[in-house]
């Protein structure tokens, strides 16, 4: 069976009607450009109008809550209740289609849904189909909104759900063979052939149709299968419409990526009283195109039937929510245009009922003022803004938001760049850094396998950053703010925000980016150290602590991973916490009085034995008159060091300065290294 060719995204959806296919609904001497203008005002968009032939084509966008109006008669309804708001007179036509008589049971038909997968199940056997071509003005009418017309079986099941706005499906009885249908959830590893060609994996979250002999025969709601579809021997048919559970079907729609119109109508919530109607219509169409008789009894299997549903609004309460005073005969007269029946008027307190097609968009009296404010025009609103209103944060969202937005301004004015990458990565890349899949959180419903996991650390995406911008520019640093996420279990997952950085320079200059970046938030009292990170170096990388508390480390990345990801260059890469970095970061630096005795200056070269930090630590600790020691340069494991001698009494002497570095010379190489 051929789909339906729309257009849809995450929140609306594409149809195209005829402008006389509509006039079969709607008594209306409107013109198509005055349709086009004043549904497109207060309600569907109409995005074109295209002349074909003796007819107008209407290109109409729909909102995924209004799955209603994705028809001719929903469209018709629509026009019904704008229209005449415009002063333009028009008049739904009042059409009904019988149910299906003359059953009989010459052909065994039985359906069965213990499990109660679909909200309802109606169908019926036909025999002596005729296949042959389909009469002139539904084929115009069909490839005027972008369906191919096959032959008439084909074109009845799609004419019947433009018309009406329900999937409507068709199979082969004699395919089907044992003139049952059982609806069940599939089995794990169960397979099914679609009537596409494609084989398709399932699991206990798909609903199927089986003929009783475990052979899958339809994915409902979603697509046929290939072994229940008609042919052009095809002489009996079973007509089969459902109304499905639309988390189900989204799910698996999205998981065995079969993106049909079907399962575009079924994942909005068709109506299920629409069912019935949308069957009886395909009945007729059988009978009068296909020649075709009713050969079985009719079954209508309805777990739970709608019963009706009342929404109560205040008067006062149209005022308040829509800013202007609509009279309450107007706002009447426009929620029963709209289908709505006025059931009780007292004390100031209006009840309606509501259709069955909008009970899943209207379920409080908001959503009846909505629909008054709509009708009434928008643009006839008073456009005054409201006063603004400050909603205070919690103050961990405001320091979070306060650091991001200075670390992100900071680095980038001292020549690094804002990443943002996805939160998902693939399992190569997770592989590629030598990280367990298993520590990774999974997508079920992935689009595609590069973002299938939640990334658990944000190095990985940091290679590839540099990876894929290498040879576009010789000095590559970028830095990303991003939150990364651990599995735990029985639990939601644990989220943390994370401050990366990577550059393909060196390791000092990546330091020196650290420690500027430390300077601006005022954080003091961190000590590099010794680290053992899995990715990086194990001479060339660092920890970063205050008082113990691990904040972060940074180095340069193995040259195995280098291969592993085909990096060319050097990978200079530093990951902090970033709670930790709010936690220590300060708006005011501390306080230092401005020295007025004299500095000494003196330079020594020591053997590295021992880091820097450990010099620095031991140096301090020695002398009371440093007050601040620089790297100079490393030359043959010769460490050159800059001392600054001062006190806050009085001038020294070069003298004392001397003595003051010798005892720290004598200090870095008599103690043992740590």
């Known amino acids: 069976m051929e789909e339906i060719s729309v257009s849809w995204n995450n929140f609306n959806m594409n149809i195209k009607i005829t402008h006389n296919w509509l006039l079969e609904y709607l008594d209306t001497k409107a013109t198509p450009e005055e349709i086009q203008k004043y549904l497109s005002l207060c309600g569907p968009s109409i995005e074109s109008v295209t002349k074909i032939k003796d007819d107008y084509i209407y290109d109409i966008e729909i909102t995924s809550n209004r799955i209603d109006t994705a028809s001719v008669i929903g469209i018709a309804r629509e026009a019904y209740a704008i229209l005449n ?35 309802r199940v109606v169908s019926v056997a036909m025999n002596n189909v005729v296949i042959k071509n389909s009469p002139q003005y539904i084929k115009d009418r069909l490839e005027a909104v972008g369906v191919r017309s096959l032959n008439n079986i084909i074109d009845i099941t799609n004419y019947a759900m433009i018309e009406y706005g329900h999937p409507t499906h068709v199979m082969d009885y004699d395919r089907i063979k044992t003139g049952k249908l059982i609806i069940r959830r599939a089995k794990k590893n169960e397979t099914s052939v679609t009537l596409d060609g494609k084989k398709h994996n399932l699991d206990e979250q798909d609903v199927i149709a089986d003929d009783g002999t475990g052979r899958i025969v339809d994915l409902l709601g979603i697509m046929g299968c290939e072994n229940s579809v008609v042919t052009s021997k095809t002489k009996r048919v079973v007509l089969f419409i459902e109304s499905n559970n639309p988390h189900i079907i989204r799910h698996s729609s999205m998981k065995l ?107 409080i009296k908001e959503d009846l003022i909505e629909e008054i404010a709509r009708i009434h025009g928008y643009n006839n609103l008073p456009n005054n803004l409201q006063p603004s209103v400050f909603v205070k944060q919690p103050k961990e969202f405001e320091q979070l938001f306060t650091l991001q937005s200075k ?59 540099i990876k894929d911008n290498e040879g576009k520019k010789d000095v590559l640093k970028f830095f990303e703010i991003a939150k990364t996420y651990k599995p735990k279990e029985n639990d939601l ?21 650290v420690e500027a970046l430390f300077g601006e938030l005022n954080i003091t009292g961190y000590q590099f150290g010794k680290s053992n990170h899995p990715l990086l170096t194990p001479n060339i990388q660092a920890k970063l602590t205050i008082t113990a508390d691990r904040i972060g480390e940074f180095g340069q990345l193995k040259n195995e991973y280098k291969i592993k990801n085909k990096v060319k260059s050097d990978i200079l890469l530093a990951v902090f916490d970033f709670k930790k970095l709010m936690n220590y970061s300060r708006q005011l630096s501390t306080y230092r009085p401005i020295n007025p005795f004299a500095i000494i200056k003196l330079d020594l070269t020591i053997g590295q034995k021992k880091s820097f930090e450990e010099i620095k630590s031991l140096a301090f600790k020695t002398s009371k008159l440093l007050t601040d020691i620089e790297f100079v340069t490393l030359y043959k494991n010769n460490l050159s060091l800059r001392f600054y001698f001062s006190s806050t009494e009085r001038n020294i002497t070069e003298e004392e300065a001397k003595e003051e570095l010798k005892k720290i010379e004598k200090a870095a190489k008599t103690t043992k290294k740590v």
């Open 85 to 119: 708001r415009f002063g333009i007179k028009c008049k739904l036509k009042n059409v009904i289609v019988p149910k299906p008589t003359n059953l009989n049971k010459l052909l065994p038909l039985m359906i069965t849904d213990n499990e109660k997968l679909c909200f």
């Open 257 to 363: 990526g079969i993106r049909t119109v079907a399962a575009t109508y079924n994942e909005k919530h068709v109506d299920s009283e629409l069912t019935g109607i949308a069957f009886n219509v395909l009945v007729q169409l059988f009978k009068k195109l296909a020649e075709a008789k009713i050969a079985s009894g009719l079954i209508d299997i309805y777990h739970e039937p709608k019963k009706p549903k009342s929404v109560s609004m205040k008067e006062y309460d149209i005022e308040r929510l829509i800013g202007v005073k609509i009279p309450k005969k107007e706002s009447i007269k426009i929620l029963s245009n709209l289908g709505l029946t006025l059931t009780s008027d007292e004390n100031h307190i209006l009840t309606f009922k509501v259709p069955s097609y909008r009970s899943h968009d209207i379920n």
């Open 407 to 465: 670390i992100k301004y900071f680095l980038k004015h001292i020549g690094l760049h804002e990443v943002m990458n996805y939160s998902m990565i693939s399992k190569e890349m997770i592989e590629n850094n030598d990280l367990e899949v298993k520590n990774h959180l999974s997508l079920k419903n992935t689009i595609s396998d590069e973002i299938k996991y939640m990334r658990s650390h944000l190095m990985p995406s940091l290679i590839k950053n």
């Open 493 to 513: 997952p644990l989220e943390e925000y994370k401050l990366g950085i990577v550059t393909n320079t060196d390791y000092y200059d990546l330091k020196g980016i």
